[in-house]
């Protein structure tokens, strides 16, 4: 299927789908737009580098409040290319019993401490592009965090004082969430910028994306708010992920829906491992957050 007709028929069944009223997030990963408002003022207050933004009348979404159309973090810094990361030689592929081959990559962080991230090969009907619905499949520690946790995210959530002399020059990203009332799971648009501040041509951006997912995932496509096209995760299977994610969860009590963007984000950082955005909440999947 071409992506033009991808995005018109999603057009076409976002138009038609009724909005989501009933919560079913622990059930079935998806969240209503009010939860997604709920998760949103969560997010923004965790880390004011994120922050909520309306748009134009004629994108306005009824079913959202006017001033909480969409979240968007700007200038997060990328230093790196995906080619330039290490990542140890973690990287296999494991077959299992029913014969369904699982890729299995180790992304390391200090914040994160270690998050390892699998991916089945798998066709669906419904959705021709590659998923990510394997990343949170079976694992011990889906959200370790490291016992003294160093936080090298500061350069998002905090304004870097002192002489621009010693700022190094690097790529940067406007980053938005907006809510997909088709598949009633957030979706992620980014856009990038070279060191000198110019626009990252579509090529150099796949340079940021893991490469398992970069062309398969990951599209490029019209911001449903904004008025140019973004590089976008594809959110097929977002709701398959969250699922997983928090049935792995080991918390004496359930989730609430406030983290939900908070596990999202940390889920699509498998996707864009070098754009340092994750502000980063504890989140710890043998003891909840802290």
Not at 217 to 239: A, D, K
């Amino acid at each position: 299927m071409s992506p033009r007709l991808s995005v018109w028929l999603h057009n076409i069944g976002e138009t038609l789908t009724p909005v989501l009223s009933n919560s079913k997030f622990q059930e079935t990963g998806i969240i209503t737009p009010k939860e997604f408002e709920i998760a949103g003022d969560y997010l923004t207050y965790m880390c004011p580098t994120w922050k909520w933004c309306t748009c134009e009348k004629g994108k306005l979404k009824t079913y959202l409040s006017k001033d909480k159309q969409f979240l968007q973090t700007k200038n997060v810094p990328c230093h790196k290319r995906v080619s330039e990361i290490d990542l140890l030689g973690e990287e296999k592929v494991v077959v299992e019993s029913d014969g369904e081959e699982w890729v299995d990559t180790q992304i390391l962080s200090d914040t994160l401490g270690q998050l390892a991230i699998q991916e089945v090969a798998e066709s669906d009907s419904d959705c021709d592009i590659e998923d990510l619905e394997a990343a949170a499949s079976d694992f011990k520690e889906v959200f370790a965090v490291a016992p003294k946790p160093v936080n090298i995210f500061l350069l998002t959530c905090e304004r870097i004082q002192g002489d621009n002399e010693n700022v190094v020059k690097t790529r940067t990203y406007d980053i938005t969430i907006t809510y997909d009332k088709y598949y009633q799971t957030p979706r992620v648009w980014l856009t990038g910028y070279n060191e000198l501040g110019e626009p990252l041509t579509r090529q150099e951006m796949f340079e940021d994306f893991s490469q398992d997912h970069a062309k398969k995932t990951v599209t490029y496509e019209t911001h449903p708010q904004l008025p140019c096209n973004m590089m976008s995760i594809h959110p097929c299977r977002h709701g398959k992920v969250m699922k997983r994610l928090l049935q792995n969860y080991k918390g004496s009590t359930p989730v609430n829906v406030h983290l939900y963007l908070i596990i999202f984000l940390k889920f699509v950082q498998s996707v864009i491992p070098t754009i340092e955005y994750d502000f980063t909440k504890e989140f710890d999947c043998g003891g909840g957050e802290r």
